[in-house]
């Protein structure tokens, strides 16, 4: 085992650190969501950003520390990557997963239903995730202009009357393999 290893634990989330801000973000895709930030803001709808560029060493990080905390995957297996000189094995199962578990919690991962995809749009600039909700129904600009009433419901990112308008400013909403509410993207992946 290579000397120089650090073992995994909670000081790791600060290692590799990611964005929140749309800045992050990529050409186009930046443009399209600040473009479409301003019109629900206008509309008056509540925009909180979680997640803009992701590097790739943290999707790894969290990618691992939640399969070992939460699946049991054997820590002793983890394929190592260039760059991040983690060590996830603490000689037993229970001090691993431990740090595991702790690294989760630090990465803001530990309660999502399904494990962090090892490579996503996040790396590339071209991901957001955000907490969108309003109160009652609200009107909202698409990108050629028109005015879109939203009266449906839920009031919040999964809403569907939200979500065609995403698609005039070329921002999509996840529709990939199972659930990620907060996520939007380039191309719905
Ligand atoms: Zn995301």
């Not at 309660?111 to 790396?123: G, V």
């Amino acid at each position: 085992m290579d000397q120089d290893l650090e073992l995994s634990g909670r000081q790791w989330a600060r290692k590799f650190p990611g964005s929140a801000d749309t800045k992050d973000l990529s050409g186009n895709f930046r443009l399209a969501v600040d473009a479409f930030i301003y019109a629900m803001e206008e509309a008056g709808i509540k925009v909180k950003i979680n997640a803009t560029f992701r590097p790739t060493k943290r999707s790894y990080l969290m990618h691992y520390s939640y399969r070992i905390a939460k699946k049991g995957y054997d820590p002793k297996k983890v394929p190592s990557m260039q760059g991040v000189n983690i060590n996830w094995d603490h000689g037993t199962k229970e001090e691993s997963v431990k740090a595991a578990r702790d690294m989760t919690s630090a990465l803001d991962i530990q309660t999502l239903q399904t494990k962090p995809a090892l490579r996503s749009q996040h790396n590339a600039g071209l991901a957001i995730d955000m907490n969108i909700s309003w109160g009652k129904t609200v009107e909202i600009k698409d990108a050629s202009g028109a005015i879109v009433k939203i009266n449906t419901l839920p009031r919040t990112g999964m809403n569907k009357q939200l979500i065609d308008v995403a698609r005039t400013y070329g921002v999509k909403k996840y529709n990939g393999p199972g659930r990620d509410f907060p996520h939007w993207s380039n191309n719905g992946r």
